[in-house]
């Protein structure tokens, strides 16, 4: 079965830190994974991740994927009070074409 | 471009009722995919359309349908409406079926009562 673990599940930092979000997974005809952050309701998209060892950058979030050790990791650099939020990954299937979501980690960055 | 939209965002409903939700894509997309998202389970697929056909579907029961029509807006029709169905209903949109990014729409809240 296609499983999906976050951790940690919810974290509290301050405005400045550096935090590190896991995503590793378990599932038949990997394709990609993509990475979400959901304020509200509707997730928006970050990253999409399909090559090991190839980190993806966009500001002061990063993310990275290794396919071996079948985990990816998403980095956020000196955080902001914006950057509160589910962080969610969702590796995809191909053949199927599904995405599993992760249950997300909940960042909440203090001033 | 306007992004995806759902209506109504809001919904009450009761044990043993049925819902209909709909959700309009990014134009130009053709693929809406429907997810459920609970604290307990997080963000779950049910299905995916493309040109009016369904063509993923997750684990969830036959109470859970939807379509899509020529103009690529969807609906999912959920029936005899359980307390356990209470969830937000994100659905997403895609350009092509499979496509590695998905657009959301802001949900529809829907509590069963």
């Known amino acids: 079965e296609d499983k999906v673990v976050q951790s940690p599940l919810s974290l509290v930092v301050h405005e400045g830190d550096t935090v590190t979000l896991n995503c590793s997974y378990e599932?038949?005809?990997?394709?990609?994974l993509l990475w979400y952050k959901q304020e509200k309701k509707a997730p928006t998209f970050l990253f999409m991740l399909?090559?090991?060892?190839i980190e993806k950058k966009s500001g002061r979030l990063s993310s990275i994927l290794d396919k071996k050790e079948l985990f990816s990791i998403l980095n956020i650099t000196a955080t902001q009070t914006g950057d509160s939020a589910v962080y969610l990954c969702?590796?995809?299937?191909?053949?199927?074409?599904?995405?599993?979501f992760g249950t997300g980690t909940r960042l909440k960055v203090l001033a | 471009k306007a992004g995806v939209t759902q209506t109504p965002r809001y919904l009450i409903k009761t044990r043993g009722q049925q819902v209909t939700l709909s959700c309009s894509p990014i134009?130009?997309?053709?693929?809406v995919s429907w997810y459920q998202q609970t604290p307990g389970q997080g963000l779950q697929f049910l299905f995916e359309?493309?040109?009016?056909?369904?063509?993923n579907k997750g684990n969830f029961p036959g109470r859970f349908s939807g379509r899509q029509f020529s103009n690529s807006r969807s609906e999912m029709n959920v029936s005899t409406l359980e307390l356990g169905d209470s969830a937000l209903y994100l659905c997403?949109?895609?350009?092509?079926?499979?496509?590695?990014?998905?657009?959301f729409g802001p949900g529809t809240r829907l509590t069963v009562t």
């Open positions: 134009s130009g997309h053709r693929s």
């Open positions: 599932v038949t005809n990997f394709r990609s």
């Open positions: 359309y493309f040109s009016e056909t369904q063509r």
């Open positions: 399909t090559s090991s060892g």
């Open positions: 997403a949109s895609s350009f092509i079926q499979g496509s590695l990014e998905q657009y």
């Open positions: 969702a590796p995809t299937t191909s053949g199927t074409y599904k995405y599993i």
